[in-house]
């Protein structure tokens, strides 16, 4: 590591209308080192990010990059002179092969016709090089989004990057395709890379970041060695707030008794062919119920059932006493189940539409068209749940797109919330987000809990998991294996216990 | 833009939608009014009604509108709907056919005619709903078929004769007359116009159809009925077709299967993108397909007016309609506008995550 920044970017400020979103943020990056740029939602972290990338240009400071001052026209620009980016989505051509995906516009040629055969070569040297093991002539569509993402980031790192930058790369990877990557970026690193790291994910910052430098509302707080900024202290910086706050929503479950009533819902055999094998579950009144298992393991598919979003094929569902037939979104929202998806962007907001109006979606959506919730009603119930959620910022007529991943989240919740299910079904609630926002979730998902609801909670974060529930049902290559029921069972330990066991038992 | 106040910044984008397709309406609107003076837009009253290049305009534009409007609800929810020209020619047909042969000047007779003519727009603009809601054809397939088939129909209907409304018939009256001084089909088109806006915004249905339009998977899992309201958007957008074709019928007393109608479903489409619509669907703005609809009608007369030959026409609709579309795209703004604001930073749309 040389003590010659690559990057040096000085009091950088940037706006967007009406809102300052990087305040005179200094940034240094050295060579070989692993940097994470730490923050909440709304922090500044992704603009930084996009001044550097040249997607914004900054409205005031400089870039040094090796020394010379850089003012970058495009991404494209920014990718010549060796700044190279993986987005958390990735931005591939889901129906090109592997290799084409990664020497797109880099091939070799034939004259001026593609060497197919030396493309596949390249890219098998290439993902070779990265211990990644894929067939590299199948499409891109045939592997799972992780897999995707690791072929993204074998593209970027193959552009001769001095600097790689890696969006919240990680956030849909499970434990292997983590240990991978993490692999790959300390041998790049090991080469002189210079890697941004941006992460939800505290215990992999840890693991493998050099330094970090923290944001808050657009401000640089500080930057440190990883060795000089233990945890609690790292979350205080970002949260502004004496940490631990984390710590103080521990699960009111020990005071809550979960009444010991028939079930609110019932599965028996539900099942659905290449999604998730038949399983049993209940759920009552007042309880919260966590599904846990690896990126993969039918934890989605499970719930997608019980909300009407997928079609059993198999089983029989009950639900407040009553069988339920010819069940989908709308029936399901009849009889009072609540369904948050995985994919707030994709499956649950409507982008286009303001706050207000994504909030009463479902409320409206369930009065039928004909019966409008009046202005004024609306108006009522959208700033109570805005003032009840924390959403920020607080007007009800911002297009919902323009709310940071956290807030529109909340939206989300608020928009099941009105309408007062007796089952809530969260599928990865705090994935992505800030951890502010986490606890505000977490805290929530208590509180109904607590008044009543139901809740089925899934989560990729065992902490998240065993805080939060009641009973934890664990998941493994789509088949639910096991049910933790009590207490002493309900640890992070337990749960890898029960995956490996499973995995052990055929 | 800068001296627009917070509040009204947050509370009409709608406003703001329609800023740009306004200003090509003024600016051709002024260009007629110095060629051929304030008379083009203030109008005269002879015979008991107005009378005025303006008001002509809006006459004789009134069916493109009411098609228009309905085309503007089905593109808001991904849809299009190429069949509304043939559905046109059907509305018009079924009409004309009724009352030929019959006493053409009774009451009932007219009544029964524009009733059947509106029935069978109607039901031909649930099946393209259905087709597309139930069958999930894709809407430019589900109603090309019928913007095919359409005219044929029109043909077996008519005999392929053209049946012909003689002056006496009240029938006539839709297209020529005037109530108040203020010709019959501004009036259909206007109270069509308000109808719209009153079921789509004072109803959850604008909500919806935005939604829908917006993100369908997040629409069907929030609970909303998409197929439904598919099928409802489809039917008024047929609806509307017959409407117009009837009002074009009544204006020339009779029904031409082949020609009546011909292309304004393109011109409809026009109308919608000028307005503001997006052809990928979400927001949709009625009131901007009707600014859309008088820069369409605006522009045929201005050619006119400042000398142009006739053969101008298409080309001339085609810069117009390239102007909109720069005008309405934020890079093209934020391009023109870069040499006059080198320090002020121009805002961008992105906002911090």
Redesign the interface.
């Known amino acids: 590591m040389s003590d010659q920044p690559i990057v040096e970017m000085t009091g950088i400020v940037?706006?967007?209308?009406g809102?300052r979103?990087?305040d005179g943020v200094d940034f240094t990056l050295r060579p070989g080192e692993i940097h994470a740029v730490m923050g909440e939602?709304?922090a500044?972290?992704?603009?930084l990010i996009k001044v550097l990338t040249g997607v914004?240009g900054p409205?005031a400071g400089r870039i040094l990059l090796d020394g010379a001052p850089v003012r970058f026209a495009g991404p494209g620009a920014a990718q010549a002179a060796g700044i190279s980016t993986v987005y958390q989505e990735v931005n591939l051509a889901e129906n090109l092969s592997v290799a084409e995906n990664l020497l797109a516009g880099r091939e070799p040629r034939l004259g001026p016709f593609i060497n197919f055969r030396a493309v596949r070569r390249r890219a098998r040297a290439l993902l070779d090089d990265l211990g990644i093991d894929l067939n590299v002539a199948a499409p891109l569509s045939s592997y799972s989004i992780a897999m995707q993402q690791l072929v993204a980031i074998a593209r970027a790192v193959n552009i001769d990057a001095k600097v790689l930058i890696l969006d919240e790369p990680t956030s849909s990877l499970d434990r292997d395709e983590v240990a991978v990557l993490l692999g790959v970026m300390r041998r790049l690193a090991a080469e002189g890379v210079a890697l941004v790291f941006i992460s939800h994910f505290l215990e992999q910052v840890y693991e493998i970041c050099d330094r970090m430098t923290v944001l808050r509302n657009?401000k640089l707080i500080g930057s440190w060695d990883t060795a000089d900024l233990p945890e609690n202290a790292l979350i205080g910086h970002m949260l502004g707030r004496e940490a631990a706050t984390l710590e103080q929503i521990e699960r009111v479950a020990a005071a809550h008794q979960v009444a010991d009533e028939a079930p609110l819902l019932e599965a028996e055999g539900l099942g659905r062919k290449g999604a998730v094998a038949p399983y049993d579950l209940t759920v009552r009144r007042g309880e919260v119920v966590g599904l846990a298992g690896l990126l993969g393991s039918g934890r989605t598919e499970t719930v997608r059932l019980i909300?009407g979003?997928d079609r059993p094929d198999s089983g029989e569902l009950r639900f407040d006493g009553s069988k339920v037939g010819g069940h989908n979104?709308?029936t399901?929202?009849?009889r009072g189940i609540a369904?948050c998806?995985e994919n707030r962007k994709?499956?649950?907001?409507?982008?286009?539409?303001t706050v207000a109006?994504n909030m009463?979606?479902?409320m409206?959506?369930?009065?039928?068209?004909?019966?409008?919730?009046s202005p004024g009603q609306r108006a009522e119930l959208v700033s109570a749940f805005i003032d009840k959620l924390g959403i920020r910022p607080a007007?009800p007529?911002?297009p919902v797109?323009?709310l940071?991943?956290g807030n529109q989240q909340k939206v989300l919740l608020a928009?099941w919330m009105l309408i007062e299910p007796k089952l809530l079904i969260l599928d990865e609630p705090t994935r992505g987000i800030d951890v502010g926002a986490k606890a505000d979730i977490q805290r929530l998902v208590a509180e109904l809990s607590a008044d009543g609801m139901a809740v089925l909670f899934v989560s990729a974060e065992l902490d998240e998991v065993t805080r939060l529930s009641d009973r934890i049902a664990v998941l493994r290559d789509r088949e639910m294996i096991a049910m933790l029921e009590t207490e002493a069972e309900m640890t992070a330990e337990h749960i890898v216990d029960a995956i490996v066991a499973g995995g052990r038992r055929d | 833009m800068t001296e627009a106040p917070a509040k009204a910044r947050?509370?009409n984008p709608y406003l703001k939608r329609l800023m740009w397709p306004l200003a090509v309406l003024a600016v051709l609107v002024a260009a007629n009014v110095a060629v051929t003076g304030i008379d083009f837009l203030v109008p005269g009253v002879q015979d008991g009604r107005l009378n005025g290049a303006f008001v002509n305009i809006l006459r004789r534009s009134a069916p493109l509108l009411i098609i228009a409007l309905g085309m503007t609800l089905v593109i808001a929810i991904k849809g299009i709907d190429l069949s509304v020209g043939a559905v046109y020619a059907i509305g018009a047909a079924v009409a004309c056919q009724w009352i030929e042969g019959r006493d053409e000047s009774a009451l009932g007779t007219v009544l029964a005619a524009v009733g059947l003519a509106l029935a069978v727009a109607a039901l031909i603009g649930a099946w393209n709903g259905t087709m597309v809601a139930r069958f999930g054809i894709q809407p430019i397939v589900a109603t090309l078929i019928l913007m095919i088939a359409g005219r044929g129909i029109a043909q077996l209907i008519t005999g392929g004769q053209i049946p012909n409304v003689g002056d006496a018939s009240p029938f006539v009256e839709l297209g020529r007359g005037a109530i108040l001084t203020v010709p019959v089909p501004i009036w259909i088109a206007a109270a069509v116009l308000v109808a719209l806006a009153v079921l789509t915004r004072?109803?959850?249905?604008g909500?919806?159809l935005?939604?829908v339009g917006?993100?369908p998977?997040?629409?069907?899992?929030?609970?909303?009925?998409a197929r439904g309201?598919t099928v409802l958007v489809y039917l008024v957008c047929g609806l509307c077709a017959g409407l117009a074709g009837v009002i074009g019928a009544a204006n020339l007393g009779s029904a031409d299967a082949n020609n009546g109608g011909l292309w304004i479903e393109l011109d409809a489409i026009l109308a919608v993108v000028i307005g503001g619509t997006a052809l990928l669907g979400?927001?949709f703005f009625l009131l901007g397909t009707t600014i859309g609809v008088a820069i369409i009608g605006t522009l045929e007369v201005t050619i006119i007016n400042v000398g142009l030959s006739s053969q101008w026409q298409f080309t001339a609709k085609a810069i117009v309609v390239l102007v909109v579309a720069l005008l309405q795209s934020p890079q093209f703004r934020a391009w023109i506008a870069r040499p006059f604001k080198r320090r002020t930073?121009a805002?961008?749309?992105?906002?911090?995550?």
């Open positions: 940037k706006d967007f209308t809102v979103a990087l939602n709304g500044g972290k992704s603009t914004h409205d657009g909300a979003a979104p709308r399901a929202t009849a369904f998806p994709t499956e649950g907001l409507v982008a286009d539409l109006e009463i979606l479902a409206q959506a369930s009065r039928g068209w004909a019966r409008q919730v007007d007529d911002l797109r323009n940071s991943g928009r | 947050s509370a004072r109803t959850a249905l909500l919806l935005e939604s917006g993100n998977e997040a629409s069907r899992l929030a609970g909303i009925r309201i979400g927001r930073a805002p961008e749309e992105a906002v911090a995550e």
